[in-house]
């Protein structure tokens, strides 16, 4: 049973570009969440996807956008780069069962801003 | 707004010993859930532990333990007989104030790293 996956593993992009982060969740997992790590910090909250839905929204700008797709997979899109976007963006799933507290992480995806 | 705070940057300890990761936490909310989560130098974040705001039992699995004291605002990990394994980042966390429809987000402390010397 594969865990959370994410894609690519390493991206670089130039000030102003845009990019697009995916993730699959795990299997049975329909609940979807980003997260932003800068280094040296602890991760913070971007936005929750559950039905396709934002259902929930961190303190992040416009320019931080997402979808989630019927295979409960998701895409975070940042437009108009800044150096500041530097970081590791996790991707977490979890179920909404018994276990509902318990969200798996993907390996992420680390994003440098040149 | 919640606030998570870890005191300890860093931490060095004997293999076998136990440890206590402090975590404190500032929510006016009277509902929550705070969380403990591991993330190896291979960067993915491993769930440890969870407990509720009105569990009356301190939750423990396996190793792990969380020492709430509700009180005093508090919600240390302690890891019983540690190993080199345990050696990793440290995170506690606490749902965001909740907006209805399971909605989950997390607030995360800035970590404490762990290191288990032999």
């Known amino acids: 049973d594969a865990g959370v996956t994410q894609s690519p593993t390493h991206l670089i992009k130039t000030r102003g570009q845009q990019v697009t982060l995916r993730c699959s969740p795990k299997?049975?997992?329909?609940?979807v969440s980003w997260y932003q790590q800068a280094l040296g910090q602890g991760p913070q909250f971007i936005f929750q996807?559950?039905?396709?839905?934002?259902?929930q929204r961190g303190n992040f700008p416009d320019r931080f956008s997402g979808h989630q797709f019927p295979n409960y997979s998701s895409e975070l899109n940042v437009n108009a780069l800044l150096l500041g976007d530097s970081a590791l963006y996790l991707c977490?799933?979890?179920?909404?069962?018994?276990?509902?507290?318990?969200?798996?992480f993907g390996p992420g995806t680390r994003l440098t801003v040149t | 707004a919640q606030k998570i705070t870890q005191t300890q940057p860093g931490m060095f300890v004997q293999e076998k010993e136990a440890v206590t990761l402090d975590c404190t936490y500032d929510?006016?909310?009277?509902?929550?859930?705070l969380f403990w989560y591991k993330q190896p130098s291979s960067g993915e974040m491993i769930f440890l532990i969870y407990?509720?705001?009105?569990?009356?039992q301190n939750a423990t699995e396996g190793r792990y333990s969380l020492n709430f004291q509700k009180a005093r605002k508090s919600a240390n990990l302690v890891i019983s007989a540690s190993q080199l394994g345990d050696s990793a980042m440290y995170f506690c966390a606490m749902r965001l104030p909740y907006s209805g429809g399971g909605a989950d987000g997390l607030t995360f402390g800035k970590g404490t790293h762990l290191i288990i010397q032999p």
């Open positions: 977490a799933s979890r179920s909404g069962g018994m276990l509902w507290y318990e969200q798996y």
């Open positions: 996807y559950y039905e396709e839905e934002e259902r």
């Open positions: 407990q509720g705001s009105y569990d009356e």
């Open positions: 929510t006016s909310d009277q509902s929550y859930g």
């Open positions: 299997s049975g997992h329909d609940t």
